[in-house]
DNA sequence: CTTGACCTTAAAGTATACTCCAATGTATAT
DNA sequence: ATATACATTGGAGTATACTTTAAGGTCAAG
């Protein structure tokens, strides 16, 4: 199928095909004689599965080696699961940070809300200090 | 002071701080005859109270609104408080995604962890169809 | 044979917050 | 006079994942 067939069929635009194709996601095979692409059904799988990732929160590298895992017959189980316990622990440091800032900014909020009136914001002269 | 003065003292960079006054963040006043940027202490503080909103997870733009209420007499407590609720909102969503990527990724583990045995991934598999 | 709907490429633009570079000017000590 | 340690500028580079642009080739229908 061409590349405007597969852009319908997946709600991939055809430009992010062609720079999923360049980076080495997704592949199109021999061109037609018109130099044209031409995709396979399996394209279309590929483009679910770097869907699917990207919504795990994978970067298109990371991408990329799932691909690599995926088509490789050595993969094993505990490949992918260290993939996903490295990728958790991202996960959880990001967590924490946001955490961390969630509880200085609801701080923040307090201490506005403790001097409403005050004509000098509190919080302003602490971050300041 | 000259720049080397203030970068040795708030621990930015030279450049960081030549960069933070091209965007209107910090004020170097009238330049000295040999057009070195001359600072006074005020600028200490106010790169301090960058770093502390950077801390908050603010970007720089918004620490420039954060600077331009700190010098406005107009500024009101709930002015303040206005930003940083409109900022937990920010980081509370950021968190609720985090959140449900985690929870993905935690079921994705468990599957590899229950066919430990199987040649192929069951995970990956699941990601493919 | 022209119109319109396809397709192609390389290259530049987007956003953010710097960081680095090159070429050059200035101040101070020897 | 020179070495060294400062300072200046404009502009390019970095990372990520696209998106847009410009200029042009291909194909089927009327």
Redesign the interface.
């Known amino acids: 199928m061409l590349i405007g067939e597969l852009s319908d069929k997946t709600g991939l635009s055809k430009d992010t095909i062609r720079y999923y194709e360049k980076e080495g996601l997704v592949q199109s095979g021999a061109r037609k004689e018109n130099q044209y692409r031409n995709f396979s059904e399996k394209a279309i ?1 590929t483009i ?2 770097i869907k ?2 990207k ?3 994978f970067t298109l590298p990371e991408i990329k080696d ?1 691909i690599h ?2 088509h490789n017959e050595e ?4 490949m ?2 260290k993939r ?2 490295d ?2 622990v991202n ?2 440091s ?2 924490s940070l ?2 961390s ?2 509880t ?3 701080n ?2 307090h201490l ?2 403790e ?2 009136i ?2 000098s ?4 002269e602490k ?3």
């Open positions: 799988h679910h599965f699917n990732l919504e795990l929160g799932f895992l995926f993969t094993s189980c505990q992918v699961q996903l316990e990728h958790i996960i959880n990001k967590m946001l955490e800032i969630r200085k900014v609801a923040a909020i506005c809300k001097n409403p005050a004509k914001c509190q919080t302003l971050l300041w200090d």
